[in-house]
């Protein structure tokens, strides 16, 4: 029976406007609150982004937001996982020395922060998935531990990137969740991890949770769950990992997939 419905955002539950069927959500939720289901988003967003997109649904689930490294249930934050300031702005440096081009975003519990030379039509593409963007000189003026630290590449260069963060591989999560992004996290911390925390917080198992997924930060996210489904157009790894594969994001598929598999228990 399942129990708990974790959930993707951006190129899974949302569709490529950065919108879903809200009628549909309606229907959805009435099933899940039928049925006794916990719901979660598990997204790179920052939570308070996730509640802007959901207004007052969002209270009535679980947000694993900031790439995973925080839980947030009812305005409160259940858990959260810090890298520190002195090692995030080491990490920044490394990266602004190894291409000063990609936007670097520095998230910290007080929001999250770019540099003044990030151009508005950016600035404006960073705030789909953060609520709150303050700008700064220079990152160092960065006073607050970090709950990520992301970077965008328009050119799709991230995957040549990593290698070059070798020295900070065994102190922090760093995952290309696609060509252009490298999202950064404190050590061990990652979808599947804090998956795992909720699941005992519910007092939920693998059986009884559904996941649904499609980049290649995803993939732990599959491991946690014996009902994981990657998107029709999910990256090909992040099929392999999970258990089924279902429609498009397009296509509304993740509702449309929790309105079968509950009406069938």
Not at 230 to 239: D, G, L, S
């Amino acid at each position: 029976m399942i129990k708990l419905i974790i959930t993707d955002l951006d190129g899974t539950f949302l569709d490529d406007n950065g919108d879903y069927n809200r009628e549909m959500f309606q229907n959805v939720k009435k099933i899940m609150a039928q049925k006794g289901v916990h719901f979660a988003i598990c997204t790179g967003k920052q939570c308070e982004r996730v509640e802007e997109l959901f207004n007052d649904d969002a209270e009535q689930f679980w947000i694993l937001g900031d790439s995973a490294t925080r839980i947030k249930y009812k305005n409160e934050y259940i858990y959260q996982s810090l890298i520190k300031n002195k090692l995030g702005l080491k990490i920044i440096s490394t990266l602004e020395a190894i291409n000063k081009e990609p936007v670097i975003i520095a998230c910290t519990s007080e929001g999250a922060f770019i540099k003044s030379s990030v151009s508005s039509d950016m600035e404006n593409k960073i705030k789909k998935s953060y609520a709150k963007v303050t700008k700064v000189d220079d990152f160092s003026q960065v006073i607050y531990d970090f709950v990520k630290i992301s970077v965008y590449d328009e050119k799709g260069r991230c995957p040549d990137f990593k290698p070059h963060l070798h020295e900070f591989f065994d102190k922090a999560y760093i995952v290309v969740s696609e060509d252009a992004w490298i999202d950064i996290a404190d050590v061990g911390v990652h979808k599947g991890h804090t998956v795992e925390i909720l699941q005992n917080l519910l007092g939920v198992n693998k059986d009884e949770t559904m996941v649904f997924g499609d980049g290649l930060n995803d993939i732990e996210l599959m491991e946690r769950s014996t009902f994981s489904f990657a998107m029709r157009n999910a990256f090909e790894e992040t099929k392999s990992a999970a258990n089924f594969i279902t429609g498009r994001n397009t296509e509304s598929a993740v509702m449309l997939t929790i309105q079968r598999m509950l009406t069938l228990q």
